[in-house]
């Protein structure tokens, strides 16, 4: 069963695919999105904040070299032999002309010991061109677009500003695939106004879309938002996990997705200082994995239990 883990495991996935460990080296190249430029929105969707995933290194200010260069040194001194990839992290990465695409791309890939690059989106910030540009690299390396879905319900993604539908982000996720490209998709679990029974209808919806990759991960409200605003008018209105209610949407949610979809991250963790709920008391990501796997054992259940075709 998913070489001996209960659930479809992405990192099983990397160490069969590639010969070395493999790091992704998080870059900022400098995009905006239309939910903050005015195209869509100027605000941004009420939970963004850019900062709570950037390394040192990562910063628009510097090239795309430079934030490689400085990404890998500060790896290469914890393994020796390793592979990267630039994963064009911050903002929408596919939010420019083409020949600004084509050169960023290419800057990545013809870094040393660069044999890939996965790309953050949203699902909006792409058309055929793109997708064009993109399944040609995917010819010759290793190449993910990562769409931010965050969540299936159409109430949710207004409360949260997201501005696109779901059915909107179906489409683009269905010609994606007609172009070959590989699929991660990202969800954020907890938002406001979500029911238990929603949240686990994500899982068969996604489930019955062409996605190769999926990381999840509890709302976490982050300072000065416009999230963070809102949960301080009321936190009546948010239902934040605590770590053991957690484990068990996880596991819920598990049992209903498809087990083809392989599972990248089951939580994230924004830096104490930019946290404002909730406090998981400074738990590990591999300390929630572990405690998944675990329950996983002790009810017998696995990744796809319950999926229906
Ligand atoms: S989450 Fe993405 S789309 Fe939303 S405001 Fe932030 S960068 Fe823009």
């Known amino acids: 069963m998913f070489d001996n ?16 460990r493999v790091q992704k080296i998080a870059i900022d190249a400098g995009f905006t999105c239309p939910n903050r430029d005015g195209s869509k929105s100027t605000g941004g969707c009420t939970y963004c904040d850019n ?23 500060f790896f290469a001194k914890k393994y020796s032999a390793m592979q990267y990839l630039a994963y064009f992290q911050a903002y929408s990465n596919t939010y420019a002309d083409i020949e600004i695409l084509e050169k ?119 300072k000065n938002t416009k999230m963070a605003l809102q949960y301080n008018e009321n936190i ?17 949610f598990l049992e209903l997705l498809s087990p083809q979809i392989m599972i990248e991250r089951f939580t994230s963790e924004a830096p104490p200082d930019l946290l404002l709920a909730p406090n998981w008391g400074g738990i590990k990501n591999y300390e929630i994995v572990h405690k998944i796997e675990k329950r996983l054992l002790q009810l017998d259940t696995w990744q796809g239990k319950l999926y229906n075709k």
Not at 5 to 20: I, L, V
Not at 61 to 69: A, G, H, T
Not at 236 to 252: C, M, S, T
């Open 236 to 252: 009546y209105n948010f239902d934040l996990y605590n770590v053991e209610r957690y484990i068990n949407i996880v596991v819920a």
């Open 104 to 222: 960023l791309y290419s800057e990545a890939l013809n870094y040393d010991k660069v044999i890939g690059i996965v790309i953050a989106t949203r699902p909006d910030c792409v058309d055929d061109e793109k997708l064009k540009l993109i399944s040609e690299i995917a010819k010759k390396y290793y190449v993910v677009i990562e769409y931010g879905i965050e969540t299936t319900c159409d109430d949710t993604l207004e409360i949260i500003n997201r501005k696109i539908t779901f059915e909107e982000m179906e489409s683009v996720i269905y010609k994606t695939a007609s172009h070959n490209i590989d699929i991660g998709a990202h969800l954020i679990l907890g938002l406001p106004n979500e029911s238990e029974e929603m949240i686990l209808n994500h899982a068969t919806k996604i489930s019955a879309l062409p996605i190769k990759m999926l990381k999840l991960h509890q709302l976490q409200i982050i």
């Open 5 to 20: 883990r209960r659930y479809n495991s992405a990192s099983t996935y990397f160490k069969k695919m590639f010969s070395q």
């Open 51 to 73: 900062q709570t995933f950037k390394p040192f290194y990562c910063s628009a200010d510097k090239s795309i070299k430079q934030q490689l260069s400085e990404g890998i040194n």
